[in-house]
């Protein structure tokens, strides 16, 4: 859906606005002192829905989710010793941290692409640090740059690529550093995810041990560390025109079936759907059969998804 992108001042009434277009849903692009982000209410299926819409992403990876600060982490994620020595040592600044998350924290499924555990950061910039403030909640934000092009560091660049697509881009000038974030896995032994703006001897030396690192190839070298996708436990079988007995039906559009991703065929509103029906299928313990998906817009992101969770297991 087109939409008349505002640019926003780095002032009280521009934090404000900011804030209230978040609230509603809506996605708003603000500096960090890494790059841009794609804003969003993390805890608003429809919202993460549609970062994924504007970006033009055709996966679902999981997103990072920014705070205000480590109290506010702390309601999302375990804390071990280790996230309390980084956090101390590291933030607000450019490092991310992958947790467990914890029971009922409301983020949304999408935020975590199913996965048991949180990306969450406290990023430094001030215009950041202000409009989390004022959201006064948890903001999921990948790079506010359409799906395979470069990271943005300034408003215009933002405006350049995402313009009628999302609802504003809080102008806080050029960031700092200019790449993503450093990620390191705290779900076992600490693991640098994703090499970024803060350099991994640093954390080491904070923690007094080496990282595990990411094979070439992208495959985690060190034993026992992250799945990187949720898969549901039961069989999933694809275009399904209807339920085979003993099978429960994921429907799209009017179908009849056990839970449905859109009654009214809306891709969007699928997207938003689609983590929480998968897990709340995959309780029932039975062969999950899915409908056709239409292979546009989200609907790629969609069956990306569902084909990977077909797929034969090792
Ligand atoms: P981006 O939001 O594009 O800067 O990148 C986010 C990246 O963070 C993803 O591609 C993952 O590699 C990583 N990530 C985010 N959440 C998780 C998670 N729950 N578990 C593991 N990795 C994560
Ligand atoms: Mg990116």
Not at 132 to 137: V, W
Request: hydrophobic residues 45%; glycine residues 12%; charged residues 20%.
């Amino acid at each position: 859906m087109p939409v008349e992108t505002a640019l926003l001042s780095a002032d009280p009434d521009g934090y404000a606005r900011a804030a209230a277009l978040l609230r509603g849903g809506a996605l708003v692009a603000f500096p960090t002192e890494t790059v841009y982000g794609l804003g969003g209410d993390a805890t608003d299926d429809m919202a993460v829905a549609r970062i994924f819409e504007a970006k033009g992403r055709p996966r679902f990876n999981p997103l990072i989710v920014h705070v205000d600060g480590v109290e506010t982490a702390r309601e999302f994620v375990e804390w071990p010793h280790e996230a309390e020595v980084l956090a101390s040592a590291f933030w607000p600044g450019p490092l991310t941290l992958v947790l467990p998350i914890k029971a009922g924290t409301g983020i949304s499924g999408l935020v975590t692409a199913g996965l048991p555990s949180l990306a969450v950061r406290v990023p430094a910039n001030p215009v950041a640090r202000a409009l989390l403030r004022a959201f006064g909640g948890p903001v999921a934000g990948p790079s506010a740059n359409p799906s395979g092009r470069i990271s943005p560091t300034t408003a215009a660049h933002v405006k350049a690529g995402l313009s009628g697509k999302i609802a504003a881009v809080l102008d806080g000038g050029a960031c700092d550093v200019g790449v993503e974030s450093t990620i390191v896995g705290l779900t076992d032994a600490p693991v640098l995810l994703r090499p970024g703006g803060l350099p991994a001897e640093a954390v080491e030396q904070a923690l007094g041990a080496p990282l595990a690192r990411h094979g070439a190839g992208g495959a985690v070298t060190a034993p026992g560390q992250l799945a990187s996708h949720y898969a549901p436990g039961a069989t999933v079988r694809l275009e399904a025109e209807r339920r085979e007995p003993g099978e429960v039906l994921l429907g799209f559009g009017q179908v009849e079936c056990d839970l449905n991703l859109s009654a009214s065929g809306d891709l969007t509103e699928a997207a938003a759907n689609l983590f929480a029906h998968l897990h709340a299928l995959d309780e029932t313990g039975k062969p999950i059969a899915v409908s056709p998906i239409p292979e546009r817009g989200l609907g790629r992101a969609i069956n990306d998804r569902l084909r990977r969770a077909a797929a034969p297991r090792d």
